[in-house]
């Protein structure tokens, strides 16, 4: 007759929850994940999810050390985003508004601005502001625009970032020698047919 082994943990059977941890959340972690993602403080997600005020410090640091919190934080996390319609990509598009602006398109020509209707929908997507100065002389007076635009550096820096395209460049390696390892290339003349 086998003998039956006994689970280290003490269950009795396959259903006593002793034999595996629970990947469920209880109603306080869940409150505490969505909390969290608010916030982004682990004391303040503690807090509005029910723990007391001297303990929250302590169980915010705890409940972010489980992998199952981490996990429900970043489907949390990635369902707001869904839902809001933000995506790589469309953060993508908005930074390309701003890098590739052309001041030129709010103008009908050097001196005369269009009228904002007819400005494109990119280009007042670059716009930081606008002040309008009304300036007087005597019984004629005259209207000032001044645009000042997003920084159009920052942007992309921003695109440069998301795309990768600062990574750093491969160059001409340097021994300890200071002999150059530059690889060999081989020329190949073509050859001319004898005549």
């Not at 707001?80 to 602006?101: H, P, R, Y």
């Not at 992309?156 to 300890?176: A, D, S, W, Y």
Request: glycine share 4%.
């Amino acid at each position: 007759m086998k003998a039956k082994k006994r689970d280290p943990r003490g269950a009795k059977n396959k259903y006593d929850s002793r034999r595996k941890p629970s990947q469920k959340l209880t109603p306080q972690e869940e409150i505490f994940c969505i909390e969290y993602v608010k916030h982004s403080n682990a004391t303040t997600a503690a807090k509005n999810a029910g723990y007391s005020t001297k303990t929250a410090g302590s169980y915010g640091c705890q409940m972010l050390a489980k992998e199952k919190i981490q996990k429900r934080i970043d489907k949390v996390k990635k369902n707001l985003l869904e839902a809001a319609g933000i995506s790589a990509l469309s953060v993508l598009l908005e930074l390309k508004k701003v890098a590739f602006q052309n001041p030129h398109d709010l103008f009908e020509d050097w001196s005369k601005v269009k009228d904002f209707a007819d400005i494109p929908e990119d280009v007042k997507a670059g716009i930081k502001d606008i002040k309008i100065t009304q300036k007087t002389y005597g019984e004629a007076s005259e209207q000032f625009v001044q645009f000042q635009m997003h920084d159009k550096l920052k942007a992309l820096e921003m695109i440069n970032k998301m795309c990768g395209f600062n990574e750093p460049e491969k160059n001409i390696n340097v021994n300890e020698n200071n002999n150059f390892n530059i690889p060999l290339i081989e020329w190949v003349e073509d050859e001319k047919p004898n005549k």
